[in-house]
């Protein structure tokens, strides 16, 4: 899986890499070792479709 930071100049430079560790629970992957970083957990609605992401004790809900 992966995330863009958004606006962008280098879409490809800005991309976070997440491995999935358990359902909607992912782990970045680090650019350096390939080692496995800080968790992200994605939160879904009733009908199943993604409507936030928490990481870093951040939680972010989708906009559409």
Known sequence: ???AD????DVTADLTRLRQEDGD???RVRED???LGERW???RNDAGDITGVGFHGVRLRRVR
């Open 41 to 43: 957990t994605f939160t």
């Open 6 to 9: 958004l606006p962008s100049r």
């Open 33 to 35: 070792d390939e080692a």
């Open 1 to 3: 899986l992966l995330v």
């Open 25 to 27: 629970t992912f782990r």
